[in-house]
């Protein structure tokens, strides 16, 4: 029964993955089944009872995922409706939009009832209001409501709005218009979120996110200058806060509760037995209390549980390693909420805890120790905190900050023994409507981190404080395996031969494997959906044809998509062509030349427009334009810039959105020539594509940009049957996701990164060799 809990983890996750439904009725009457025949398998009765327990979390698993099935069902997509909505939480304001989270019942379509008592929580955006400001918790609104299951677009570096939703228990995406404040029912959190923000402070965001856990409110600037200072742990309510203020409770209770004389009528001596246990429930009851303010986040959830544990296990007098703890508290967590499975930061947290464990010899100095040595062994702390954390915060965050020890040895000591207590006092005055009196206590509370952040600003602005994950080199590598040699407990030196001799294997290996295997040029065609993005990588550098979709309200696909994907592989911007202005090619160019103020700009929108003849090098890919005859003398599809590429004895072909017309024109004064990849014109649709152009170009294999859902009957299946017939290969981004070819020259493959996180998705792996 040693590893019961881990069993029972196994089958939640086992459901979480599964891509069809599992029926409930069936587990649970095998696992009856299972329980009558315990008594009759002695000899595999410990066997039984493993796989009991992995039904029973297939069991929990397979009810979270039936339950999100159901609620999604109940919710309408894609259509204006009516409904009343409780506001629960505000994430952000910006100019352009307000999200927040609601939970929404009453829903009506054209005088009809859909849903009456749903509760389904559901994510929503509210654009260009000017009442929108006064969005706050507590509050229900009648407003028309469009929801729908958010687009994800695998490509690598993407994210999974789907897994988001599941980690914040949200059925939709969605959002609302002519919204209409019907009542308020103040909440505890409502009414420190008012007070506060009618308080004029500087740091009220930081403020906020100490008191209630939100962090909308926090400027932009502010959050960057505290993340690039690895301060930001200290803006979400975390095991630091819950610990801060369950140890403070647990001590000034006991305190005094002690201090009440020994023979006096409250307190006899048998009482004082108890003095412990009794403390301890309370200050488990008030960081609980603190847990519910936070809105019950993922992180200080996982504290107060592993506090829970803790505490227990001392009442009932067993021992048990904080490990084990650490352990039961993230199970627990996740057969409690299967989906906080997908949420990043539930894991950020649990492995900064398993960092601090594995660090928590070196606080055992003597009581002999001097003041100089506690903080000689607390700088050393933090170094070894950043060298096991730094590629942690790199995978997930895309940076780290070199100067976190030195700032969260400013910073922490002060929002620990300071900012925290007067600003939970504070709440505690507003929660008591003393306002006057809690802004007194937060302007207090802010008066040190006015001093201390031009200090702040000061390290931001320094150059190599934030190492981004696309300044990674193989020095940077070594750099750190030296840091971990040199930082690493002194317990483990007899095995440093060992790990030198495995790490020096392992970075051999990965050189080796990496020289062999990286190949000189790779073309991605991204997932976009209905529209075009295609990143041409040649050392480290990129070379954009197109920007994706850009969106009338929210965020454009250069943000979500193609940002993401350049970090992810670590690449830098050097040139941007668009073949044309329409907004699925288009997209937020002008964000985009915000964004990349270094890169060369080319095509429509542009100071260089296209036009047959332009040709040139870039890093030793040959390009040529081959259309349009001249600029801006046709409509925007039949302008659409067509680039030919050569690396050596590969060619692949760019069409924009060129339709029959302009195919014929290319083909009959022979500007094409055969080539080995074919990018179709016009997401392969049934005007493009022609035999002229097959016959001329005999692609090896056609990539089609194109959206898995679009009301357009891309791609056609008569082109698709067309390039079929001619010999060529036939691959989609709705099929497949992000489409990378890779290529040394002489020979290409096409190979699909996102492909083993799409379900029920195709496999596909080709190769050709001139």
């Given at each position: ?110 005088n009809q009832q859909l849903v009456a008592q749903c509760h389904c929580r559901v994510q929503l955006f509210w654009y260009d209001a000017a009442q ?106 975390s095991g630091l806060h819950i610990g801060l203020v369950a140890g403070l409770v647990f001590l000034i209770v006991r305190r005094f509760i002690a ?163 007067l600003t939970l006092m504070g709440a505690v005055a507003a929660m008591m409507w003393a306002d006057v009196f809690a802004a007194q206590l937060w ?328």
């Amino acid at each position: 029964m040693r590893y019961s809990s881990f069993t029972l983890l196994a089958g939640t996750v086992m459901a979480l993955y599964s891509t069809h439904l599992i029926e409930k009725w069936l587990v649970a009457l095998i696992i009856v089944c299972a329980l009558f025949c315990i008594p009759l398998c002695r000899q595999t009765r410990k066997y039984l009872i493993q796989f009991i327990l992995v039904l029973i979390g297939i069991l929990i698993g397979s009810h979270f995922v039936s339950s999100f099935a159901e609620h999604h069902r109940h919710l309408p997509e894609r259509v204006w409706v009516s409904a009343y909505l409780t506001v629960e939480q505000v994430d952000y304001h910006s100019a352009e939009r307000s999200r927040f989270v609601a939970r929404v019942t009453h829903l009506r379509h054209s005088n009809q009832q859909l849903v009456a008592q749903c509760h389904c929580r559901v994510q929503l955006f509210w654009y260009d209001a000017a009442q929108r400001r006064g969005l706050a918790p507590g509050q229900q609104y009648q407003a028309e409501i469009k929801l729908k299951t958010p687009t994800t677009y695998w490509n690598q570096g993407g994210a999974r709005p789907s897994n988001f939703l599941w980690a914040k228990q949200l059925i939709k995406q969605g959002q609302v218009r002519n919204m209409r404040l019907v009542k308020t029912t103040p909440s505890v959190r409502w009414r420190v979120y008012r007070a506060l923000q009618a308080s004029d402070l500087d740091f009220k965001g930081i403020l906020l996110a100490l008191a209630i856990g939100y962090r909308g409110d926090i400027p932009f600037e502010q959050r960057d200058v505290w993340q690039k200072n690895g301060l930001q742990h200290v803006m979400a309510i975390s095991g630091l806060h819950i610990g801060l203020v369950a140890g403070l409770v647990f001590l000034i209770v006991r305190r005094f509760i002690a201090g009440i004389p020994q023979r006096g009528i409250l307190l006899r001596n048998r009482e004082r037995l108890v003095l412990t246990p009794t403390v301890a429930v309370v200050a488990l009851c008030v960081a609980f209390l603190y847990t519910g303010l936070a809105g019950f986040a993922i992180s200080s959830q996982r504290a107060w549980l592993m506090l829970l544990l803790f505490w227990g296990q001392r009442w009932l007098g067993l021992s048990t390693s904080n490990w084990k703890r650490l352990g039961y508290a993230a199970v627990i967590l996740i057969l409690i909420d299967p989906g906080s499975w997908y949420d990043i930061g539930f894991w950020f947290s649990v492995v900064a805890v398993a960092v601090i464990l594995l660090c928590q010899w070196a606080w055992q100095l003597g009581s002999n120790a001097s003041g100089w040595q506690r903080v000689l062994q607390t700088i050393y702390l933090q170094l070894l905190f950043l060298t096991l954390m730094g590629p942690l915060s790199l995978a997930l965050f895309d940076g780290v900050s070199l100067i976190a020890p030195i700032s969260n040895l400013l910073v922490v000591p002060v929002i620990a023994l300071w900012v925290l207590p007067l600003t939970l006092m504070g709440a505690v005055a507003a929660m008591m409507w003393a306002d006057v009196f809690a802004a007194q206590l937060w302007w207090l509370a802010e008066l040190p981190l006015i001093g201390l952040q031009p200090v702040l600003n000061t390290f931001a602005e320094i150059a190599w404080t934030w190492l981004t994950a696309s300044s990674i080199s193989a020095i940077s590598a070594v750099l750190w395996l030296c840091a971990l040699a040199l930082l690493t407990p002194m317990w483990l030196m007899r095995y440093y031969r060992w790990i030198l001799a495995g790490v020096l294997a392992m970075q051999a290996s990965y050189a080796l494997w990496k020289g062999w295997r990286t190949p000189d040029v790779i073309v991605h065609v991204l997932d976009v959906g209905q529209a075009q993005a295609i990143v041409i990588e040649r050392e480290r550098a990129a070379w954009l044809v197109d920007l994706g979709r850009r969106f009338y309200i929210g965020r454009s696909q250069f943000e979500s998509v193609i940002e993401p994907f350049i970090a992810q592989r670590g690449l830098r911007v050097e040139r941007v062509s668009l073949t044309h202005q329409d907004a699925d090619h288009s997209g937020d160019w002008r964000l985009a030349k915000q964004r990349l103020p270094k890169a060369e700009w080319f095509g429509a929108l542009t100071d260089q427009p296209c036009r047959a003849g332009q040709q040139g090098v870039w890093r030793e890919i040959r390009w040529r334009v081959l259309w349009p005859d001249q600029a801006g003398m046709h409509t925007s599809n039949a302008a659409s810039c067509v680039y030919q590429f050569s690396y050596g004895e590969i060619d692949w072909l760019v069409t924009g959105d060129i339709g029959f017309p302009e195919e014929r024109i290319l083909a009959e004064q022979r500007r094409l020539k055969e080539v080995e990849i074919l990018v179709a014109p016009h997401h392969g649709s049934a005007f493009s594509l022609g035999s002229l152009l097959l016959q001329a170009t005999q692609p090896e294999v056609t990539l089609v940009s194109v959206g898995a859902i679009n009301h357009y009957g891309m791609p056609d299946k008569y082109t698709r049957q067309r390039a079929l017939e001619y010999g060529s290969e036939w691959a989609t981004t709705a099929d497949f996701g992000q489409l990378s070819i890779e290529t040394d020259g002489a020979s290409w493959r096409l190979k699909t990164p996102a492909l083993f996180d799409k379900t029920n998705a195709k496999s596909y792996s080709s190769t050709s060799q001139r």
